[in-house]
């Protein structure tokens, strides 16, 4: 094996990592989790759920439990390629090995065009809880300080933001706990509910209309807006090149961030549907969480959840500023960016993707001044659920075609530390249960801007790479690139792309 993977220790000696191109290896397990975590629980939950009740109804724990299951079959096929081959920026990487560098290019701009407007809504949502709790002051103001923050964290040595993200998760999952543990007593009666039974039994859940009042199919057209609350498990992918023990982190997380979606999501909304009205949700009076409890009298805890708001903010901005540079820098060490932000600072962080991305963050954040948040944040949920459910379906892609350069290769599922169960039935229910979340899309007035923004964003980046002719063998010896075929060598001898078509029988050997 050539100097360049010299760090790669093949299956049959146990690898635990690769020189991912310098990054500091600084993350913990604790890190990973709470870095995905991040990424998922902001404030399109805490604010947004309040939408989708009121468009879905009670069945928007139905909604939830379906977006849980796609998040499973993403993260499982995720967690195979992250344990394989666990490099930094993965998912752009693994469809530039797997799938084609274009496709790839096409994926890796329109995220980190997604995030780059998203951060600021995510900031300027902060900004609007702050002048609530400090009235007089500009909500544009406190946007503009959270964006410091941020710019800082992210430029600064890795485990300094992972500790920083740990601890805003934690107030999250702590808050989501709480209304949990307060929704059942004030089911049980514990809490007075003004029901003569003392339980309030099944009065919310098919009292007006039943379980769907406004009909089955609105549930599958706000998917794409309710796949925005999902968005960030992706993050423990690119988490992968700076985590200290990628083939024990990795699984561990993906199990772990699978238990925690369900536990975080669909039971508090199972619960928030089984108390509060879903006539009276919405997002006008903040958070539909606080709007449930004080519907029973607990007026004092309007401010604890816009403190709670204000920190999911904060977490997903951080984590999402945290994804978009890897993502970057991954790009450029594919030939898709400039290549001065593949360049790493002192503190093996990505400094020029830093800089690159989070003046991009500016540039949206200073141009927000101009315009009402609150139709950019719903406009912004709606592109980022089209764009974040197309790198998903790229991550199954990829662990499809995966899966048969490792049969060419000749090797089967029993070489791999990691192994995503159901395959290819399950792969397959991920990728075209996604695809139907795309086309219901355009069905839905509110979100057809998710749509009309989210296919250019794919489509440009991967003419403009077409037209480039970029030389990605040369860029791989250039930058020590570890591909497929280092650390899965072929026992033939020859390479995949020397090898004949893949057979049939060969392709099962590798289920």
């Given at each position: 094996m050539s100097d360049q993977v010299k760090?790669?220790?093949?299956?049959?000696?146990?690898?635990?990592?690769?020189?991912?191109?310098?990054?500091?290896?600084?993350?913990?397990?604790?890190?990973?989790?709470?870095?995905?975590?991040?990424?998922?629980?902001?404030?399109?939950?805490?604010?947004?759920?309040?939408?989708?009740?009121?468009?879905?109804?009670?069945?928007?724990?139905?909604?939830?439990?379906?977006?849980?299951?796609?998040?499973?079959?993403?993260?499982?096929?995720?967690?195979?390629?992250?344990?394989?081959?666990?490099?930094?920026?993965?998912?752009?990487?693994?469809?530039?090995?797997?799938?084609?560098?274009?496709?790839?290019?096409?994926?890796?701009?329109?995220?980190?065009?997604?995030?780059?407007?998203?951060?600021?809504?995510?900031?300027?949502?902060?900004?609007?809880?702050?002048?609530?709790?400090?009235?007089?002051t500009s909500e544009f103001m406190w946007a503009v300080l959270f964006g410091i923050v941020i710019t800082v964290v992210?430029?600064?040595?890795?485990?300094?933001?992972?500790?920083?993200?740990?601890?805003?998760?934690?107030?999250?999952?702590?808050?989501i706990v709480f209304f949990c543990i307060t929704a059942v007593l004030i089911f049980m009666g514990v809490i007075p509910n003004n029901s003569p039974t003392g339980t309030l039994g099944t009065q919310h859940l098919t009292g007006s209309g039943g379980l769907f009042p406004n009909g089955g199919f609105v549930l599958l057209t706000t998917m794409v807006m309710l796949l925005v609350n999902f968005q960030g498990v992706e993050i423990i992918g690119l988490t992968a090149g700076e985590a200290k023990d990628p083939s024990k982190t990795i699984p561990s997380a993906v199990r772990n961030i699978t238990l925690r979606v369900v536990l975080l999501f669909m039971v508090p909304v199972f619960l928030l549907v089984s108390i509060f009205p879903w006539k009276d949700a919405g997002v006008e009076?903040?958070?539909?969480?606080?709007?449930?409890?004080?519907?029973?009298?607990?007026?004092?805890?309007?401010?604890?959840?816009?403190?709670?708001?204000?920190?999911?903010?904060?977490?997903?901005?951080?984590?999402?500023?945290?994804?978009?540079?890897?993502?970057?820098?991954?790009?450029?060490?594919?030939?898709?960016?400039?290549?001065?932000?593949?360049?790493?600072?002192?503190?093996?962080?990505?400094?020029?993707?830093?800089?690159?991305?989070?003046?991009?963050?500016?540039?949206?954040?200073?141009?927000?001044?101009?315009?009402?948040?609150?139709k950019v944040f719903v406009a912004l949920l709606s592109i980022s659920g089209f764009t974040g459910t197309i790198a998903w379906i790229s991550i199954i892609w990829s662990q499809m075609n995966f899966r048969?350069?490792?049969?060419?290769?000749?090797y089967t599922t029993k070489d791999l530390k990691y192994v995503a169960p159901g395959f290819p039935y399950l792969a397959h229910l991920g990728i075209w249960s996604m695809v139907a979340c795309l086309v219901f899309c355009a069905f839905s007035e509110s979100l057809r801007i998710g749509f009309y923004a989210g296919v250019p964003l794919l489509i440009l980046p991967i003419i403009i790479h077409k037209l480039r002719n970029v030389d990605h063998e040369l860029l791989a010896k250039v930058h020590k690139k570890v591909r497929f075929d280092d650390v899965f060598k072929p026992k033939h001898g020859k390479t995949v792309e020397e090898s004949p078509a893949v057979a049939p029988e060969a392709v099962a050997l590798a289920d």
């Open positions: 760090e790669v220790h093949l299956l049959e000696t146990g690898f635990e990592s690769f020189d991912d191109g310098g990054l500091k290896r600084g993350l913990k397990n604790r890190h990973v989790m709470m870095i995905a975590l991040g990424g998922i629980i902001g404030s399109a939950f805490f604010l947004g759920t309040g939408t989708i009740v009121k468009d879905v109804g009670p069945s928007a724990f139905l909604a939830y439990a379906l977006g849980g299951l796609i998040v499973y079959l993403v993260m499982v096929a995720l967690g195979e390629l992250a344990v394989a081959i666990p490099i930094s920026g993965s998912f752009v990487t693994y469809a530039s090995e797997f799938i084609s560098p274009s496709w790839a290019a096409g994926v890796g701009w329109s995220y980190v065009f997604n995030w780059m407007a998203y951060i600021p809504a995510e900031c300027i949502a902060g900004g609007i809880i702050m002048k609530g709790f400090i009235p007089g992210n430029l600064s040595h890795v485990k300094a933001f992972g500790e920083i993200e740990f601890w805003l998760s934690i107030v999250k999952v702590f808050a009076g903040g958070s539909v969480f606080a709007a449930a409890l004080q519907h029973y009298g607990l007026n004092w805890v309007a401010g604890l959840f816009s403190f709670v708001v204000l920190t999911a903010a904060l977490s997903c901005a951080n984590s999402g500023l945290y994804s978009t540079v890897r993502v970057t820098w991954a790009m450029a060490r594919e030939g898709m960016a400039p290549k001065a932000l593949a360049k790493l600072n002192k503190h093996h962080v990505p400094g020029n993707s830093a800089l690159f991305v989070i003046g991009g963050v500016w540039v949206f954040l200073l141009g927000s001044y101009f315009f009402s948040a609150s048969k350069r490792l049969a060419a290769n000749g």
